[in-house]
Nanobody
């Protein structure tokens, strides 16, 4: 049974940084594509960043140059390093495996 557990969300001031973590279990982590999505109130869930099993990355235009997705194969964990945060980044952030499995989400609030 695949399980994805996110952590690292919270309240941060504009311009600040956060690192989200997603610990995966129940599947061969190394071969799976992993992604981070977010959903703001009243909006559809959108892709933020994704990383293939081989480490190739892809980002939404709105976060390019500010967010970095990475993965630690030994820890079965994927990270999202977020910098230069703005209030528009406020959302619940979800971890995803292969476009199918979801974590429970972690709230990120950017506010002064």
């Amino acid at each position: 049974q695949v399980q994805l557990v996110e952590s690292g969300g919270g309240l941060v001031q504009p311009g600040g940084s956060l690192r989200l973590s997603c610990a995966a279990s129940g599947s061969r982590f190394s071969v799976n594509a992993m992604g981070w999505y977010r959903q703001a109130p009243g909006k559809q869930r959108e892709l933020v960043a994704r990383i293939t099993g081989g480490g190739r990355t892809d980002y939404a235009d709105s976060v390019k140059g500010r967010f970095i997705i990475s993965r630690d194969y030994a820890k079965n964990t994927v990270y999202l390093r977020m910098s230069s945060l703005t209030p528009e980044d406020t959302a619940v952030y979800y971890c995803n495996m292969n476009g199918y499995y979801w974590g429970q989400g972690t709230q990120v609030t950017v506010s002064s």
